[in-house]
C-alpha cells in the first residue's frame, strides 16, 4: 500500500484523484433520492466509476473513490457509519487495479477472452466483498443495520455496476488513456512492486478473510449460528458483540492480504 502514501508526491496523481472523486460523486449525487437503505445506500450507477478508474488511475482512483463517496455522504446525511464508508470505499477502488496485476499483469482489462473476463469479474468481486464487509461489519458494530442486510446488497449494488456499465465504459476510455501515457504505470513509474510469492499470498489472504468475514457476518447476525464459547449475553440481537468477535479478526487478516499485495 506504500503507492497510497507516495502518490501525494506526484502532482499529476493528485490531479488524478480529484479527477476520480469528482467523476464518483457527480454521478453519486444526483441517485441519492433513490434509496435502497433510507440513509444507508441508494441505488449507485455510479460504482461503475471506482473501477474504470483503478483500471486507469491506480491509487490515485482508490483516495478519489474515498473522498467522492465522502462528498456523496454530505448530500444524504453524515454519521458514524461513514467512516467505515470512507475505508470501504479507499479498498474499493485500490483491489482491483493490485489484484489485476497479480493475476493478469501485462494483459489489457478490454480483452474480450474467457480468461480476461473471468479476471475481471474476479477483481470486481474481491472489490465488492471487502467493501461490502467493512461497511456491513461497522455498521452491525455500531448496532444500527445488520450486516445480513448491508452484507449483500452492497455486493450486488456494486456488481451490477461492474459488470454491465465499468465494461462499457473502460472499452471506450481505456485505449485512449493508454494512448495518451496517462495509465498510473506511465505517470509513476517508480513503482515498485513487491516479490510476487508475497503478493500472491496477500491476494489469497484478502480472499480468504474477506469471504470468511461475508459468510461469518452473515450467519452471525442473523442468529443462524453463535459460536458455542462467546457468552449467552452475545447472542442477542443486533448481535454487535458477537460480530466483533468473530468477523474482526477476519477483517484484518483481509486488510493485511490487502496491504501485503
Not at 461489519?137 to 455486493?155: E, H, K, T
Amino acid at each position: 500500500m506504500h503507492e497510497l502514501r507516495l502518490m501525494w508526491r506526484n502532482t499529476r496523481m493528485v490531479v488524478l484523484c480529484a479527477i476520480s472523486a469528482a467523476l464518483y460523486a457527480a454521478v453519486l449525487v444526483p441517485f441519492k433520492v433513490v434509496p435502497l437503505i433510507p440513509g444507508v445506500t441508494e441505488l449507485r450507477p455510479a460504482n461503475a466509476i471506482p473501477i474504470v478508474c483503478s483500471f486507469l488511475f491506480g491509487p490515485a482512483a482508490a483516495w478519489g473513490s474515498a473522498i467522492g463517496n465522502m462528498i456523496g455522504d454530505f448530500f444524504g446525511g453524515v454519521g458514524p457509519g461513514d467512516i467505515f464508508g470512507f475505508v470501504a470505499n479507499l479498498m474499493y477502488g485500490y483491489i482491483p487495479y493490485k489484484a489485476w496485476r497479480i493475476i493478469a499483469d501485462g494483459q489489457s482489462p478490454v480483452m474480450r477472452t474467457p480468461g480476461t473476463i473471468a479476471k475481471y469479474v474476479m477483481v470486481c468481486l474481491a472489490a465488492s466483498v471487502l467493501c461490502a464487509d467493512l461497511v456491513g461489519w461497522g455498521d452491525n458494530l455500531l448496532a444500527f443495520r445488520p450486516f445480513s442486510i448491508l452484507g449483500n446488497i452492497i455486493i450486488f449494488n456494486n456488481m451490477i455496476s461492474a459488470l454491465v456499465l465499468s465494461p462499457l465504459i473502460l472499452y471506450g476510455v481505456y485505449p485512449r488513456v493508454r494512448a495518451g501515457r496517462m495509465l498510473y504505470t506511465d505517470v509513476m513509474p517508480e513503482l515498485r512492486e513487491r516479490p510476487r510469492a508475497i503478493r500472491l499470498a496477500g491476494l489469497a489472504m484478502l480472499l480468504g478473510g474477506e469471504l470468511g468475514a461475508w459468510a461469518v457476518g452473515n450467519l452471525v447476525s442473523t442468529g443462524y449460528w453463535i459460536p458455542a464459547f462467546l457468552p449467552a449475553g452475545f447472542a442477542i440481537s443486533p448481535y454487535d458483540k458477537a460480530i466483533a468477535v468473530t468477523v474482526s479478526p477476519l477483517i484484518l487478516v483481509a486488510l493485511a492480504g490487502a496491504w501485503l499485495m
